[in-house]
């Protein structure tokens, strides 16, 4: 029966060049389970949970709940204060079968690139998608003062599409085909003009803001000259992300700006 010495093993994995994903991430056996990809799910679930629990209905839980009144987008809303509508929207869903879609298609896309791009950095294009969907429903999506269910944007598909936008980024870096999720992309952007109650604005701004921080993470360091130096590709990495997020957030702003002063609020 063979014996192997702690300390030895752990001098030799110490000697082991680490893994390095293109991001710059490490990979390794224990970043290889998609634990924020299944955390996002969770979260997503227990907001319907929640909504379910206050309106009774699985098909309707957007009808008198609570949650949904003070977190679905509305672009007058938030122009009043309400900015926490940005991010929490993207937890809603109306009804079971939105979420399942949703939830799905979160399962089988976010998993790869969570491993790929590292976890901290597919945090960032998840907040940044979901927010430059926002972004873009707040600029382009017609504005209704009053709590409608016409006046209601929610769910995570601007998320997911920038995820799918973040994996076209990807695909190209790797020098491998985007045809397949492009494709992809194609026929939900075809959806999303040809049936009512979806909205095209923010799977669109999403979509943008995904591919825009993938390209952030993954070519700005070379465009800017980073070279084979890691550390300084990582830096440059989360400079264009920072900068990216900012744009995000400044169209938001500027719109929130337009907003208050078109109806009035001071």
């Known amino acids: 029966m063979g014996y192997q010495c702690v300390d030895c093993v752990a001098a030799g994995q110490r000697d082991v060049r680490p893994v390095r994903g293109v991001a710059g991430n490490t990979v390794s056996p224990t970043r290889a389970v998609p634990i924020v990809t299944y955390t996002l799910m969770g979260l997503n679930v227990l907001a319907f949970l929640a909504t379910f629990a206050q309106s009774r209905s699985i098909m309707n839980n957007q009808v008198g709940s609570s949650i949904f009144a003070n977190w679905a987008l509305n672009?007058?809303?938030?122009?009043?204060?309400?900015?926490?509508?940005?991010?929490?929207?993207?937890?809603?869903?109306?009804?079971?079968?939105?979420?399942?879609?949703?939830?799905?298609?979160?399962?089988?896309?976010?998993?790869?690139?969570?491993?790929?791009?590292?976890?901290?950095?597919y945090i960032g294009i998840y907040l940044v998608s979901l927010l430059g969907g926002s972004a873009s429903v707040m600029a382009f999506q017609p504005v209704f003062s009053s709590l409608t269910a016409l006046s209601w944007t929610a769910g995570a598909s601007g998320a997911i599409f920038g995820i799918m936008g973040a994996q076209a980024v990807l695909l190209l870096r790797l020098r491998r085909s985007p045809v397949p999720i492009i494709s992809v992309i194609a026929i939900n952007v075809i959806i999303s003009i040809s049936l009512p109650g979806i909205s095209f604005w923010g799977h669109a701004g999403g979509l943008v803001a995904g591919a825009a921080t993938a390209a952030a993470f993954l070519y700005a360091p070379q465009w800017l000259g980073a070279g084979e130096n890691r550390v300084k590709a990582v830096r440059i990495g989360w400079i264009a992300f920072g900068a990216v997020t900012v744009v995000t957030l400044g169209v938001i702003v500027l719109r929130v700006v337009q907003l208050r002063e078109q109806l009035g609020i001071s």
């Open 75 to 121: 672009p007058g809303l938030v122009a009043s204060g309400d900015w926490f509508r940005l991010i929490g929207s993207g937890f809603l869903h109306f009804g079971i079968l939105h979420l399942a879609v949703n939830m799905y298609a979160l399962y089988i896309l976010g998993r790869d690139t969570e491993i790929v791009m590292g976890r901290s950095r």
